[in-house]
């Protein structure tokens, strides 16, 4: 089976010494790598002296994502897959609508019209969160 040559998009978090905080990373990766960084998270703060963080979805084509991790490695950048999903449980929902309040991506949302609970996977950013503002346990992760 030959590999896949089309678009692909993946999860990472990019851990990196505050020396690299003022590098123009993401810049080599969509001009130099011509991948589309879509930042989920960040933690960044160039006068502490602690790792920044980044949680990023990066897509590209499969050899354009090894290349630009590649490069982010040489940097001195700590890259980790980003394996964390959330799972929502339904059926054990009561629509309290207690995790809206602290889904900042607005992942979770309460419809006012139904009052009713929806998950837009899509925005999440698996911060974790809404598991501990889940008061019935419906919202777990899955690693």
């Known amino acids: 089976m030959e590999p896949k040559n089309g678009p692909e998009s993946k999860k990472f978090i990019l851990s990196f010494p505050v020396e690299l905080a003022d590098k123009p990373l993401t810049y080599h990766l969509v001009k130099d790598y011509d991948l589309v960084v879509n930042i989920l998270q960040a933690r960044i703060n160039p006068r502490e002296e602690e790792t920044g963080r980044l949680v990023v979805e990066l897509s590209g084509e499969e050899q354009n994502l090894r290349n630009g991790i590649e490069f982010l490695v040489e940097q001195g950048v700590h890259v980790e897959s980003h394996t964390r999903d959330i799972v929502w449980n339904v059926e054990e929902c009561v ?10 991506p607005r992942a979770l949302a309460l419809n006012p019209e139904t009052w009713t609970m929806t ?13 501990d503002a889940c008061s019935v346990g419906a919202i777990e992760i899955e690693f």
């Open 95 to 104: 629509h309290c609508g207690a995790c809206t309040g602290v889904c900042h």
């Open 119 to 131: 998950f837009d996977r899509s925005k999440c950013i698996v911060c974790g969160i809404c598991v």
